[in-house]
């Protein structure tokens, strides 16, 4: 906002400290879910974990009941005792067996819910974060957007937050089960055999390293990889876009070659990326394995010199298969936290932004019109004065010098000048997309800066230069501006109701009566009533392609439609021929009395019928005055005309 | 929406007026929502895998080893409750010592072999698969380069980027281990069925009673979860769109100060979005503790019926071990079955694109016999050419006109004259729709396409440069240009100076098409590459480009050089080139209205008068004040 801001200011950043407690907030946020989805793996574990003890003690059973039948056989017992003392055994074991069923449903119950609730939570934090991110990308200026690449916003909107989500979701779920496992598993294990135990655990440290190892080079080839494609996805972008000079040159060999050629290098990276993945895959199996090696070789030895029972032997292996998938999990757990923190960062570049142009704790809304409002009869509406303003997009080059305008409320005023002289850049600092360096603008005598800025705008109807279109249906993009007016409670100035047409002088009309009227205004009721679907016409890929000077007439009526207090049409009319331009015009002439008009063109047309004319020059006012004044006066302005009339007529 | 409303909020003060608009009501359609979704459909699945196994033929041998691999590592998985049962029967429960040390030795080389054996047959299958991709992708790209360029005016470069690029991406899991790890699923699922039933079948019977309840499940589920993901990626999309759009036009919903209206938009399609995937993920839980818990009770009923087995010495011990082991591998892969179907699916979907691509046929048509190309100079002629880009459109109206060889004509004209489709037409970008251009004689239509555009230099405004070094832009990948021919014809065009001031001089790396490069030092090596590739006619198209006073001057005398050396045919922008020309077309809405020297059609004070007055009188005064008077 001053005038010494340096011109490439230093890149945003958001400190360690803000990211942590932001990432924190989150959590808390949803700490119900992640308390429930604790506590439910807590259970899962439990009832899974208890398994093995009723395993490992129904073979157990089983072997002692076959151990005694060879001891009586051999000692020629009665039949009838085996087959009773089998029969105890056996209902013993089959109660072990329904213990485990109804153990495994428990488990299974609660880890519906343990997984639901935790990845649940990862999607209402990504949810929340894509909601204000967007909200946050609504208050930002074009300082903003002209530092951060469109595909690089949406990219952090939609790839970051993904992250961002599993950072939450898979460290949760993983970090805590991994906890839990291992603290009814170990305990376990170490009242059955603490020395077998640790020498199971010993091979897993190194395992750990190991996957965390190859999951970094994972990511960091996968970042090469990404990088690749891009390299590749600009090469496609360069040919497609110098089609013709590639064909005009009969170029395609040689730019199958180089396509090849990237190509080729992507295929080599992916395959570097190939030996990450597979060292992965085959770690991973080698974990969920290697523990009952462990407990093969040296469990064995124990059960065969009979200090360890066979039943403990299972119970003990399966324990150490129940612990091995966690303990993966683990390994994932570090490169999801390190890319998703990443990700977090670049999000927060964007969440932490404050815009440059925002409303002063004292802002106050615009001056009401009377209640009668919009008839002809109200005071004028829309005073615009510019006192001594300077502005440049830098601070090195000032765009616009010494500016002083007052546009009387009611009038109809011009700017002219040729392709850079500042024209457009008048009429942005009326919108208030940027703050003069120096001097200042007053609307209806507050200064601009003291006003609501969304207030503010809502009372100017701003139709750009580019005209640009949503794809709704073409009655969404006409009432564009009438949805915050009537949905938009922090907005306070009611939808008008005024018509805009002659015919209807002093009427109240239904929105539907208005949007007709304002797109028989711009003159584009033709066009519309030529669709089949009429207003209900989709705009874009699915819809209709229409011409840029029918685009130029729906941004027209889309201004029209909220009865502003200061329309400005920055070169609006280019691209309609004269005479559609007159009409419309016409019309306008009706709909603006009492409010101010402001032009910006080339066509003399336009320029003999408007009070005064500012011609631009390098971002000073050279010449003001009405057509007339300025054509007697034999200035900038006449010589422009001249040419002007000359192209025109060429054109014709 | 209602009077009364608004007409009591626009009299009330400014406090009580807020909560009395009414609430946004759901709207049918939000920004973006004329996204076009792509329609598919038009292949069959069997026609899509048998097109995709076209890409895969060549590395057929890798793909059979992988696939000849996939026993051998269900064998190496399936061996270790085989070994677990040894172990428990023969050495345990009796008690034995001798060999556990070879049960422990070859557990521990199962366990090697088949990670061994996995990483080995994913890196060969991934190199099979990654090399069909890249084979596809250089196929896309060639056949994209012939279509013809009405087929580029119609489909947006973003589009043809995604199919070339990020469509083919994500045939990637599907073709370079998901339909292997699927057949080598179905192995293990027929194996543990197989050894089980020669282990014991009536334990394997019961063992296997719970499969059908869980096939039923897993069907319903994997329906559902289809269903599920299918929701997600149309909500993403929507998401997506709207996103996009939001940020390119951020400016137009700021200032009708739309922003919380579009934000409720936004978040109630980002909530659509999350309520998918919260379906998913139930669905996917649900289906995941399902096969938990039946392998569970499945390990449950092993143990009741296998316990009076046991017990009656049916069975021994370590084949219960074993059974239950076996339960457990059998129930992994029917697990991420759900998931593995998800992913050949959107690969179906993307391959879908892919081949619509292929299939689109959009090209000039080819002469069939094609004449050779005349070695004498050529006489251009157009003989009332009508042209349209879209029909009944008419860009040029019954042009005609003929260059002699060596001529130096220049075409000039209001911006939509027609000028540069001339060029694009003689340069057979595009075919007349009436009428026909001829070189001494022949219609261009009957020449060589390829051969015959190489026959013009082409510098336009918008001067391509591709990543190389200076030589190789300059020689256009002709291996037959010395570096000496490249030197002489940069001197002559006073190209050379500029080139020596670059670091590494001729051997310089163009960046990103000419980023670190000048528009004036561009337009330069353009005219260093028309001279380098002598061709029989020089099109130009002058730049308007704003370059400063000293390259303006080297331009234009580069321009004049160039003109010198053969038959030339240029978009003229500037004055010197317009009185340096032999010939002036005057343009105007695409007919020849006026055409001579600079001062025939000056003392005619007709269209090239004005235009003259209007465009070139203030460069005249400037540049050539001598001639004023």
Known sequence: ?652 | MTKNNTQNTAASGAQSQVSTKPTDPKRSSAIGSGFAEQTLGHYSDRQILLRLWGFMRPYRLMFLICLLMLPLLSGFSLMQPWLLQIAIDDHLVPRNPDGIGWVAFLFGATILGRALLGFLQFYLMQLAGQRALRDLRDQLFSHVQGLSTSFFKRNPIGRLMARMTTDVESLQEALSSGIVTMVGDIITLVAIVVILLYKNWQLALVSFTVVPILLICTAIFRHLLRMAFREVRVKIARLYAHLQESVTGISVIQLFVRENVSAREYSEINDDYRHANIRSIRYDAMLYAIVETVGSVTLGCIIWYGSGQALSGVVTLGVLVAFIEYMQKFFVPIRDLAQKYNLLQSAIASSERVFQLLDTDERLPVAENPKPLPTEPFTIEFRDVWFAYTEDNWILRGVSFTIKPGEKVAVVGHTGAGKSTIIALLTRLYDVNKGQILINGTDIREFDLNLYRRSFAVVLQDVFLFQGTIQDNLALNNQNVSLDEIQSASQTVHAHDMIMRLPDGYQHQISERGSNLSAGEKQLLAFARALVCKPEVLILDEATANVDTDTEALLQEAVEILMTHQTSLVIAHRLSTIQKSDRILVLHRGEVIESGSHDQLLAKNGHYGMLYRLQYSSEHQEILPSITA
């Open chain 1, 1 to 652: 906002m001053s005038s010494t801001q340096s011109n490439s200011p230093p890149p945003f950043k958001v400190d360690r400290r803000t990211r942590r407690k932001r990432l924190w907030q989150y959590f808390v946020r949803y700490k119900s879910l992640f308390f429930f989805g604790a506590i439910t793996l807590l259970l899962t574990n439990a009832f899974s974990l208890a398994i093995p003890a009723y395993l490992g003690e129904a073979v157990q059973l089983m072997r002692d009941a076959a151990v005694e039948s060879q001891a009586q056989a051999a000692t020629s017992a009665e039949a009838g005792n085996i087959l009773e003392a089998f029969a105890a055994v056996r209902s013993e074991v089959v109660t072990a067996a329904i213990f485990i069923i109804l153990l495994s449903i428990g488990a299974g119950v609660f880890r519906v819910f343990s997984r639901t609730t935790i990845f649940n939570a990862g999607r209402h934090i990504e949810f929340d974060i894509r909601n204000e991110l967007y909200d946050k990308l609504a208050t930002l200026d074009p300082r903003f957007y002209s530092s951060m690449p469109t595909g690089d916003v949406t990219s952090r909107v939609t790839n970051d937050v993904t992250y961002v989500r599993l950072l939450y979701a898979i460290t949760f779920l993983h970090v805590i089960n991994a906890a839990i496992a291992y603290t009814i598993a170990l305990q376990r294990m170490i009242a059955l055999d603490l020395a077998l135990t640790l020498w199971c655990l010993a091979t897993y440290p190194v395992m750990l390293l190991a996957v965390r190892f190859v999951t970094q080079a994972l990511f960091s080839q996968t970042k090469i990889v990404q990088a690749q494609m891009a390299a590749m996805s600009s090469r496609v972008q360069e040919n497609l876009a110098g089609v013709n000079v590639v064909k005009s040159y009969s170029l395609e060999e040689h730019e199958i070659a180089d396509f090849s050629r990237e190509n080729q290098q992507f295929y080599k990276e992916n395959m570097k990326l190939s030996l990450a993945r597979g060292g992965l895959d085959a770690l991973v199996i080698m974990m969920a394995t290697v523990g009952t090696l462990v407990v093969l070789i040296l469990g064995s030895q124990k059960v065969i010199d009979g200090s360890m029972p066979l039943g403990t032997f299972v119970e003990f292996n399966a324990y150490v298969v129940a612990i091995a998938f966690p303990t993966i999990g683990m390994g994932w757990v570090f490169s999801v936290w390190h890319r998703g923190l990443a990700a977090f960062e670049r999000v927060c570049e964007i969440l932490f932004r404050e815009p440059e142009i925002k409303d002063s704790p004292d802002a106050r809304t615009l001056e009401k019109p009377a209640p009668s409002q919009g008839t002809s009869d109200a005071a004028p509406l829309g005073h615009v004065r510019f006192e001594n303003v300077q502005f440049g997009y830098s601070a090195e080059h000032p765009v616009l010098h010494d500016i002083n305008i007052d546009i009387p409320a009611g009038s109809t005023v011009a700017f002219v000048g040729r392709t850079g002289s500042g024209k457009s850049t008048l009429a942005k600092l009326m919108a208030r997309f940027y703050d003069p360096d120096q001097g200042r603008i007053l609307i209806d005598g507050t200064p601009l800066t003291d006003l609501l800025l969304r207030e503010t705008r809502s009372e100017i109807g701003f139709v750009p230069q580019d005209p640009f279109l949503f794809s709704m249906t073409l009655g969404q993009n006409v009432r564009f501006g009438l949805d915050a007016l009537e949905y938009d409670d922090t907005i306070q100035r009611p939808a008008p109701t005024r018509a805009l047409l002659e015919s209807h002088h002093g009427q109240q009309l239904s929105q539907e009566q208005r949007i007709q009227q304002a797109v028989e205004v711009a003159g584009l009721n033709v066009d519309i009533d030529s669709f089949p679907e009429g207003l209900d016409t989709l705009v874009g890929e699915r819809g209709v392609t229409l011409s840029g000077g029918q685009k130029q007439r729906l941004t027209i009526a889309r201004a029209l439609l909220i009865d502003p207090r200061i329309l400005i049409l920055d070169d609006a009319l280019s691209s309609v021929d004269t005479q559609t331009e007159s009409m419309i015009l016409d019309r306008l002439e009706y709909l603006m009395r009492g409010r101010t008009s402001i032009l910006i063109t080339h066509r003399f047309n336009a320029l003999a019928r408007v009070d005064k004319i500012y011609v631009l020059d390098e971002g000073r006012i050279v010449e003001s005055g009405t057509h007339h004044e300025l054509i007697k006066s034999a200035g900038v302005y006449a010589s422009m005309l001249e040419r002007q009339k000359l192209r025109e007529q060429l054109e014709s």
